[in-house]
């Protein structure tokens, strides 16, 4: 009986899937659509919070105008609200802001709530001068509550005025530390005087 050898082969088979061209087309349009929907949320929120912060900005304002509360202790200020700082008399009165921008004031307001600030032009270009009235904006309110007069006709010798008429000389530089000591003193202070001196670096003298 003859012998037969029987040889198996495996054949592999191919197969072939077809992927319509639309699908990809429409992952990039999930993925865009995706990315619309991010930024108007982004912007939708951007809209809220900016209308958010306005609306705390003149709930501020009334507060500060109809209600008079004398925090001493406890003050503080928030940047970027739009907060009175000084008066201007130039021709006319102009209210100047935290910010450094400028408004004309109305006839009826008191010039007696806010220090005056002399010796610089309405719009000033003089670096010196300049500079001295940025440092004096970013003096914190409670600190301006006993000065009358910021001068600053001279930028290496500032000159505050207080309520009573006492000239306080500042040097070439006004910050919150020395208005703080200054403060300390005021406070403290039980005999007459004629001026006060805070050029030296941690230092009053009073004459």
Known sequence: MQNYKFNFVKRKTTKFEFVPRYSKLNNIMVVSRNL?????????????????????????????????????RFSFEIPFLKTEKFLIIKDNLYIVFNNGKKELVETNIDSKVLPVLTGIELNEKRPK?????????????????????????????????????????????????????LYF???RIDRQYTYMDLRYKNRVIIK
């Open 129 to 181: 001068h300049k500079n001295a009235f940025l440092q004096a904006l970013r003096i914190k309110n409670k600190y301006l509550s006993k000065i009358s007069e910021v001068n600053l006709k001279d930028p290496e010798n500032i000159v505050l005025i207080t309520v009573d008429g006492k000239k306080i000389y500042m040097g070439n530089t006004i910050t919150n530390e020395k208005m703080k000591n």
């Open 36 to 72: 619309f929907y991010l930024a108007r949320s982004l912007f939708l929120s951007l809209i809220v919070l900016f209308i958010f912060l306005f609306s705390l900005n003149l709930i501020f304002k009334y507060l500060l105008s109809n209600v008079n509360i004398k925090i001493e």
């Open 185 to 187: 003193v005021l406070d």
